[in-house]
T-cell receptor
Framework: DGGITQSPKYLFRKEGQNVTLSCEQN?????MYWYRQDPGQGLRLIYY???????QKGDIAEGYSVSREKKESFPLTVTSAQKNPTAFYLC?????????FGSGTRLTIV | AQSVTQPDIHITVSEGASLELRCNYS??????LFWYVQSPGQGLQLLLK??????LVQGIKGFEAEFKRSQSSFNLRKPSVHWSDAAEYFC???????????FGQGTELSVKP
């Protein structure tokens, strides 16, 4: 079945460490997105990519980085510069027919 | 600036009662409108979407939404709520079906027996 896989589901890291969240899709979608979800704030766009080897900052890109070397993959790195990284992270992909979301990664900084 | 507002952070309804979740948007053009539902710790599932045509849109799980251009609103309704409808609901707008979306803050729905 086609879909988006985010791994791991839960991730714990020490403060000051970089961490990379995985997002893979087999839907053949051109566009991919990373959203951050915090209670009461909805989903906020971190980065998005419309084609391979190209990506744009969203509304809250500071402290994050991405790459898009393959159509299927759009990993997100949360760097030590991100002041409050503990959150639920959702990856999505889209075609002209609509969006598909992954099941999310909950990142906790300890 | 483009924005989506869901005025109600938390709503509690009795099982079997009707439901209306409010969504207002601010957008330069006529947007594509979406309602999503999220169970705890999960991704988002599309309930329904509006692009054009009939302003009353039917979705999955018995939900419907009405687009009112004059009020910049896209409220979600269900005639009779089931306990399994308890979840968080997000309204979203976009320029097209597949572009980036702007989300509201979400409305958490609780259903009491």
């Amino acid at each position: 079945d086609g879909g988006i896989t985010q791994s791991p589901k839960y991730l714990f890291r020490k403060e000051g460490q970089n961490v990379t969240l995985s997002c893979e899709q087999n839907l053949n979608h051109d566009a991919m997105y990373w959203y951050r979800q915090d209670p009461g704030q909805g989903l906020r766009l971190i980065y998005y990519s419309q084609i391979v080897n190209d990506f744009q900052k969203g509304d809250i890109a500071e402290g994050y980085s991405v790459s898009r070397e393959k159509k299927e993959s759009f990993p997100l790195t949360v760097t030590s510069a991100q002041k409050n990284p503990t959150a639920f992270y959702l990856c999505a992909s889209s075609s002209r027919y609509g969006y598909t979301f992954g099941s999310g990664t909950r990142l906790t900084i300890v | 600036a483009q924005s989506v507002t869901q005025p109600d952070i938390h709503i509690t309804v009795s099982e079997g009662a009707s439901l209306e979740l409010r969504c207002n948007y601010s957008y330069g053009a006529t947007p594509y409108l979406f309602w999503y539902v999220q169970s705890p710790g999960q991704g988002l599932q599309l309930l329904l979407k509006y692009f054009s045509g009939d302003t009353l849109v039917q979705g999955i799980k018995g939900f419907e939404a009405e687009f009112k251009r004059s009020q910049s609103s896209f409220n979600l309704r269900k005639p009779s709520v089931h306990w399994s409808d308890a979840a968080e609901y997000f309204c979203a707008v976009g320029l097209n079906q597949g572009g980036k979306l702007i989300f509201g803050q979400g409305t958490e729905l609780s259903v009491k027996p």
